[in-house]
């Protein structure tokens, strides 16, 4: 699959990995994150969990250059931009969506994410393109003048997505974005979220509470609790952890939403 007959962004980067490396950040005594190493390969899923107030969050922000860390290291394709402002690293691929969403409500569909592309110095040309073929790839096009602020939840977790992939990213960091979806919603985003690994060869870090949607999309599992690593590995392999997890974690943590799964 090329540029021209894929979905936008295919294939466009060679292959690599997004690496954090022993990062930390702590904020007035609150050690938000500890010593923390995960590394996402182009092409895979990564999940990020862990109990409220992990450092997940934390964890997007450092990566994305929204937040700068305390110690600690982030490569991207092999280039040290640690201390890259965010919005040199989303022109260098890296792109984000937010926990509590970050549309402009009184903008339409279409103009959030030309907005987007345009944000990442794309020319009015480039982002119309980008826009028109990212409606097409995400079922998106008979929504495209609607205005952002009137879109069902659903929607605009996908809108969302598209406004993270308007800028033809390397990889792509969601945080919680299936929070609040219904069942037919949670299987269309998990179906997008393959999309976006498979068809425009992204890597992703996907930072969800619902561990029925991460045991089924991601490649490998990431546990945060307290700012550290608790666990990391196979979906199967996090899974026999559970239990071990859930006793540190507690009930705040994985051990309901595991038995849920
Ligand atoms: N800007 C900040 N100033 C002070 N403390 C902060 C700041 N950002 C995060 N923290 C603290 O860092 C810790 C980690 O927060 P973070 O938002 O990363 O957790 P999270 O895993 O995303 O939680 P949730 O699942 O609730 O979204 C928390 O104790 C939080 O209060
Ligand atoms: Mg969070």
């Known amino acids: ?47 990020l969990i862990g109990p409220n107030g992990a ?3 934390t964890l997007i922000n450092v990566i994305t250059g929204f937040d700068l860390p305390t110690s600690g290291k982030i490569v991207l394709d092999g280039e040290d931009v640690t201390r890259w402002r965010a919005l ?28 987007a592309a345009l944000g990442v110095g794309m020319g009015p040309r480039e982002a119309r393109q980008i826009c028109g073929e990212l409606l097409d790839a995400l079922d998106l096009r008979a929504r495209a003048d609607v205005i952002a602020g009137t879109l069902a939840h659903g929607e605009e977790q996908k809108v969302g997505v598209a406004r993270a992939l308007a800028s033809r990213p390397r990889y792509v960091l969601l945080d919680e974005p299936a929070a609040g979806l219904s069942e037919a919603d949670i299987e269309s985003f998990s179906a997008l979220v393959r999309r976006v690994r498979d068809d425009f060869g992204a890597g992703l870090l996907l930072v969800d509470h619902n561990m029925a949607v ?6 490998r599992i990431h546990v945060l609790d ?14 026999q952890n559970i239990d071990v997890a ?13 038995r849920d799964a």
């Open 226 to 239: 307290q700012g550290r690593t608790l666990a990391s590995g196979a979906p199967t392999e996090i899974r």
């Open 246 to 258: 859930a006793a540190y974690l507690g009930s705040s943590g994985v051990e309901a939403e595991a």
């Open 88 to 115: 040199r690293r989303a022109r260098g691929g890296l792109a984000r969506t937010f926990q509590h969403g970050h549309l402009f409500r009184s903008l339409t569909v279409r103009e959030n994410i030309e907005l």
């Open 214 to 219: 991460i045991m089924d999309v991601c490649d």
């Open 55 to 57: 450092g997940k969050t």
């Open 1 to 47: 699959m090329t540029d021209n007959n894929g979905p936008p962004g295919a294939n466009r980067w060679p292959e690599g990995s997004l690496r954090a490396t022993d990062v930390s950040r702590s904020f007035e005594g609150v050690h938000a994150l500890q010593g923390v190493t995960l590394e996402i390969d182009r092409r895979e899923v990564v999940g």
